[in-house]
């Protein structure tokens, strides 16, 4: 049980798996206003930098989920690196129905709602380890302008148009949910450029170290191709934002 290898290829180099940046994930968990002791459950927690920072900035405790045993390796040691190993925890698995033994103040899933096959499944998947009155927060891309084609669509790396909501949509579907949404941390097209173009780099390093990798003419491809492509198209129609959300 892992993730492809093609995946931690291009992300080996991170430690924020999405298009937030460090201040900007520090910006959102001030924005909570939670106390320290507040305990989270975080699925699909990758490399670990929102727990662990989060530990040591808030005094936050709790347990991150990952299928990829590289991420969880790199979310271990991050947390011995900043001396919060004895507040969080990372375990590797499937976090696609994982339930926290003991309710938790805070549940997450930044970036991955795949684990429960939308938005909506994702949701009733957090909810399920929430107390009541709790947080759970909600990673998801949105488009900044909808896309003119399917064509323009798919070269953002959707399957179709309907993929993806606008802004106000998206917010909309949170409250049909029967969601308040009382907070959002938003991507910019900076912080897209920092995750985006960081894995060129990771993929030409990777190709320089592989290159007789079965995997060497992928990555070279997609190295090949992808600058130009998320220049002309995810830059420019793809956003992406956490949400906070409250059962009403």
Avoid at 43 to 56: H, N, Y
Avoid at 91 to 101: E, I, K, Q, S, T
Avoid at 114 to 123: L, P, Q, R
Avoid at 170 to 180: A, M, N, R, V
């Amino acid at each position: 049980m892992d993730l492809p290898r093609i995946f931690t290829i291009r992300e080996s180099g991170h430690r924020i798996h999405n298009p937030l940046t460090a201040d900007k994930f520090a910006t959102l968990g001030e924005s909570l206003r939670l106390p320290a002791g507040t305990r989270v459950l975080d699925l699909a927690s990758g490399s670990g930098e929102m727990l662990c920072t989060w530990a040591r900035d808030l005094g936050f405790t709790g347990t991150g989920v990952d299928i990829s045993t590289l991420f969880t390796e790199q979310a271990r040691a991050r947390a011995a690196e900043l001396g919060v190993a004895d507040r969080v925890e990372f375990l590797h698995g499937d976090a696609a129905g994982h339930v926290a033994d003991e309710p938790v103040d805070l549940a997450a899933c930044v970036g991955a709602t795949w684990i429960g096959n939308g938005v909506a499944g994702t949701t009733h998947l957090l909810q399920r380890s929430l107390r009541p009155g709790g947080m759970m927060l909600i990673g998801e891309p949105f488009w900044r302008q909808t896309p003119p084609d399917e064509e323009t669509a798919k070269a953002c790396h959707a399957a179709s148009i309907a993929d993806f909501l606008e802004l106000p949509e998206l917010i909309g579907q949170f409250q049909e949910l029967g969601y308040d949404v009382v907070e959002m941390t938003l991507a910019d097209q900076n912080s897209w450029d920092r995750y985006a173009a960081a894995q060129w780099l990771s993929m030409r390093r990777w190709l320089g170290e592989n290159p007789d990798d079965e995997l060497a003419p992928e990555v070279r491809e997609e190295l090949t191709t992808e600058p130009a492509r998320y220049a002309r198209y995810g830059r420019e129609y793809l956003g992406w934002g956490v949400f906070a959300l409250m059962k009403r």
